[in-house]
């Protein structure tokens, strides 16, 4: 059975740091891509930070220089490590793995961790 458990939300004074995990499980870690997503009440879901399988990341151009993502195949986890929080980084926060061969994609989600940042 294939889970991601996010980890690590909370409040979070502006300019505060967090660090969120996602334990992976159920299915091979190390070939899947793995990204965090975000997503605001009526607001479409917002690729935050991605990494490959090379280990080449990408950001968001509003947290870029703020906010970085590793994977760690040992212990099936990725981290987003969050830092010079805003109010407006507010919002749920979602775990992604993904892999595409030819026309199969593989897609899993995690159940999100509220990140709060306010004074």
């Known amino acids: 059975q294939v889970q991601l458990v996010e980890s690590g939300g909370g409040l979070v004074q502006p300019g505060g740091s967090l660090r969120l995990s996602c334990a992976a499980s159920?299915?091979?870690?190390?070939?899947?891509?793995m990204a965090w997503y975000r997503q605001a009440p009526g607001k479409q879901r917002e690729l935050v930070a991605s990494?490959?399988?090379?280990?080449?990341?990408t950001y968001a151009d509003s947290v870029k220089g703020r906010f970085s993502i590793s994977k760690d195949n040992a212990n099936n986890t990725v981290y987003l490590q969050m830092s010079s929080l805003k109010p407006e980084d507010t919002t749920v926060y979602y775990c992604?793995?993904?892999?595409?061969?030819?026309?199969?994609?593989?897609?899993?989600w995690g159940q999100g961790t509220q990140v709060t940042v306010s004074s």
């Open positions: 159920g299915f091979s870690f190390s070939i899947y891509a």
């Open positions: 990494i490959g399988t090379d280990a080449y990341t």
């Open positions: 992604n793995a993904y892999r595409k061969i030819g026309r199969s994609v593989s897609d899993y």
